[in-house]
């Protein structure tokens, strides 16, 4: 128990779906991220998130949305999906953004797009 | 962009048996960070190294931030069934500023019975 929750853990989804990731971190952390995980790749940042403000998009397509309401909470929304979006989603928190603030990971969630 | 060449991608060993790992790049990084990942789980910080030429132990892990800066090496001494895993590198140019983590590709080590 890392104190990163995320639900759902597994995720079946077609392509014309809406759903959305949510991550929960109980551990005063005012950072948070979004991570992909695929198989055989390095894991890749997707969003971050510091005090609520977005502070990194790494070029992501426009069919993942980021939500970040408190610093507690971050959402991932997701619509029109392709197979190849398929991976693992992890999100961290750290108490900041520097690189020697530990970045806590939750569990992730197994997305599978059909 | 920045790349984190990371090897071997796999080993199998048996119990007891000592494991090495190691990360390169092309580029200096500032801090080397490794990563273990159990089946189902998010990683979990191993070891954070912040100065070249570092050496830090933890347990029976220990890791070293190289010379060069552009690599790093992870050794599990005396390696138990609960060393399975993915063993990840990450590296950051900066130590204090936003700079964000590249991650290596992973090594899979399974200890064969």
């Known amino acids: 128990e890392t104190g990163v929750t995320q639900t759902p853990r597994h995720l079946v989804m077609g392509m014309t779906n809406k759903k959305s990731l949510k991550c929960e971190q109980h551990?005063?952390?005012?950072?948070m991220y979004w991570y992909k995980q695929s198989a055989k790749k390095p894991l890749e940042l997707m969003f971050v998130?510091?005090?609520?403000?977005?502070?990194e998009n790494n070029s992501v397509p426009s069919r993942f949305s980021p939500e970040c309401p408190n610093s507690s909470h971050l959402f991932l929304h997701l619509h029109t999906l392709q197979p190849e979006d398929s991976a693992l989603y992890l999100c961290a928190s750290s108490q900041g953004l520097a690189a020697y603030n530990e970045q806590f990971f939750g569990p992730g969630t197994r997305l599978t797009v059909l | 962009g920045q790349q984190l060449n990371q090897s071997p991608q796999s080993m199998f060993i048996q119990e007891g048996e000592d494991v090495s790992m190691n990360c390169t790049s092309s580029?200096?990084?500032?801090?080397w960070l490794w990563y273990k990942q159990d089946p189902g789980e998010g990683p979990v910080l191993l070891i954070a190294?912040?100065?070249?030429?570092e050496l830090t132990s933890n347990g029976r892990l220990t890791a070293q931030f190289g010379i060069t800066r552009k690599d790093s090496f992870l050794n599990i001494s005396a390696s138990i069934p609960s060393d399975v895993g993915i063993y990840f590198c990450a590296g950051s140019r900066g130590n204090f500023g936003n700079e964000k983590l590249t991650f290596g590709t992973g090594t899979r080590l399974t200890i064969i019975p």
């Open positions: 998130y510091n005090f609520k403000e977005q502070t």
């Open positions: 580029s200096i990084f500032n801090t």
């Open positions: 190294l912040y100065k070249a030429g």
């Open positions: 551990l005063g952390h005012n950072a």
